[in-house]
């Protein structure tokens, strides 16, 4: 069977990022089982021949409705699928889906009938903020970081940006590479709606979430720029945690010294050091 990725090689390249980061996430211990989820949205690399290719699944509701999605296309990892298999055959363990005209439902078109992601709502609640709002964020990753998990279940650093601050004067790379710090979305039902909806909250204010006690969300350029901001930040979360292990609290980089990165990189400064 020819695969939608034949001849298209900005299409394969981007879907080929896919694996390489599932890869990644497999070999950190972040995507136990069938743990994460990763979407693109690939509506630029579709020409008139993928706009012609008839459904090959039921129609689906995605369960909200959501009209800057509309006609959209979008690479989506299978519900149940291994991180660890779609890191070797993408298109095995995550098919490509078409919104139809409702911007409430879809069809899969290619390469083989996939199921998306349980955490879909999320996921395409993010894309339509992101098509709406004129970002040129494509890409979409929920993932289980351990070190910043085991940090959600301790209710002080779920108040509003304890952990971005922390977490920033950890390493000076951290307020670098994840300037806009990490949101926090309260515990909710793995797969809720009500879970897209606070996430979307959340995440006009920054591009990595937390989800409480669960995982986190980011969204980026691309699919490696989205996993290198939740790498940054897991790896502030776990040098917090080394230290705590030693036996003492880590003092932190002081505001001072924060502030300095901010001025020197030109860092936007929403967040207070
Ligand atoms: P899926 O296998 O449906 O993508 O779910 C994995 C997950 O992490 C749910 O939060
Ligand atoms: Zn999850």
């Not at 394969?12 to 694996?19: K, R, S, Y």
């Not at 009209?67 to 890191?87: E, H, Q, S, V, W």
């Not at 055959?89 to 998306?116: H, K, T």
């Not at 004067?169 to 879970?195: D, R």
């Amino acid at each position: 069977m020819k695969s939608i990725l034949e001849n298209r090689p900005a299409l394969e390249a981007t879907v080929m990022q896919v694996a390489e980061v599932a890869g990644y996430l497999w070999e950190k211990g972040w995507a136990e089982r069938n743990g994460g989820n990763i979407t693109v949205n690939i509506s630029e690399h579709v020409d008139d021949e993928i706009k012609a290719m008839p459904a090959i699944s039921d129609v689906i509701q995605i369960g909200t409705t959501l009209p800057n999605i509309k006609d959209c296309y979008f690479y989506c990892k299978g519900t149940g699928k291994r991180m660890r298999d779609l890191a070797r055959w993408p298109m095995q363990n995550g098919s490509i889906i078409r919104i139809l005209p409702d911007c409430a439902s879809y069809v899969i078109i290619a390469d083989e009938v996939v199921m998306p992601t349980s955490e879909l709502p999320s996921h395409l609640s993010m894309h339509d903020y992101l098509i709406g709002s004129g970002s040129k964020y494509k890409a979409s990753l929920h993932t289980h970081p351990i070190e910043l998990v085991a940090m959600s279940h301790n209710p002080a650093m779920l108040k509003k940006d304890v952990m971005t601050k922390l977490l920033w004067s950890m390493i000076p790379e951290t307020l670098a590479f994840a300037p806009l710090g990490l949101g926090i979305v309260p515990y909710e039902l793995p797969g809720s709606v009500k879970l897209a909806d606070a996430t979307l909250e959340q995440i006009k204010d920054y591009d990595v979430v937390m989800w409480e006690k669960h995982g986190i969300c980011a969204v980026g350029l691309d699919i490696m720029d989205a996993f290198d901001q939740a790498d940054v930040l897991n790896k502030a979360a776990t040098i917090y945690l080394r230290a705590k292990s030693m036996g003492f609290e880590p003092t932190g980089m002081t505001d001072e010294a924060m502030k300095e990165v901010q001025d020197v990189f030109h860092l936007p400064k929403k967040r207070p050091c």
